[in-house]
């Protein structure tokens, strides 16, 4: 069973531009690593196939993914749902995606491949820390057809709000942690 990481890293940044941050949050620094690389890193050390979806515009991803000869789609994205839409049609070999936020950078490996091992039993697979909904979430190739047919900013959640979701309880907030809400320091 042919499992991915289906990175999303299309979106403006408007949140994180809100909060006082500058330019793309995918491209700041933290440490000596951009959001987006220590994701990227991540994902990469589970060795699961990856796939991004990002914009034309944002250089730093896009010469990540050349880099380390990351497959990647370009999208100028109206929200999650059309990104998870093109990476799901651009991954037709696949039979399960990890969605994964690009601005999500502590993730470890291990939540990657425990996802991608419980997927192979369950359809849905979502981390869970405090009864808080996380990601990645795990999704089978039953859902390819609901997946490709996304849109809007809600992602997923049509999906998982009407089907039973395998719930894995992690004792890691990180799975709950998006870069749109930590503290901006270093602003370039």
């Known amino acids: 069973m042919n499992i991915g990481i289906l990175i999303l890293a299309a979106g403006k940044s408007e949140r994180f531009q809100s909060t006082g941050g500058r ?30 979806v990002t914009r034309a515009d944002n250089d730093g991803v896009i010469n990540n993914c050349l880099q380390f000869n990351i497959p990647f789609s370009v999208l100028n994205s109206y929200g999650l749902g059309e990104s998870i839409a ?12 990890l969605i994964q936020l690009g601005d999500m950078p502590y993730i470890p490996r291990e939540i990657f491949i425990r996802i991608a091992d419980e997927l192979k039993n369950y359809s849905l697979v979502r981390p ?3 009864n808080i909904p996380g990601h990645p979430v795990g999704i089978s190739e039953k859902y390819r057809q609901n997946l490709i047919h ?6 997923a959640k049509s999906i ?11 004792n890691d907030e990180n799975v709950t942690k998006d870069f749109d809400y930590l503290p901006h320091k270093n602003q370039e």
Not at 27 to 43: P, Y
Not at 150 to 155: E, F, K
């Open 86 to 97: 093109v990476g799901v049609q651009n991954t037709p070999n696949w039979h399960g995606w």
């Open 23 to 52: 330019g793309s949050k995918l491209n700041h620094l933290l440490d000596k690593q951009t959001v987006f690389e220590k994701t990227l890193s991540n994902s990469m050390s589970s060795g699961l196939p990856l796939h991004v």
């Open 150 to 155: 996304l849109v809007g900013d809600d992602g």
């Open 128 to 130: 869970v820390y405090k």
């Open 160 to 170: 998982l709000r009407h089907q039973f979701v395998y719930e894995i309880e992690i």
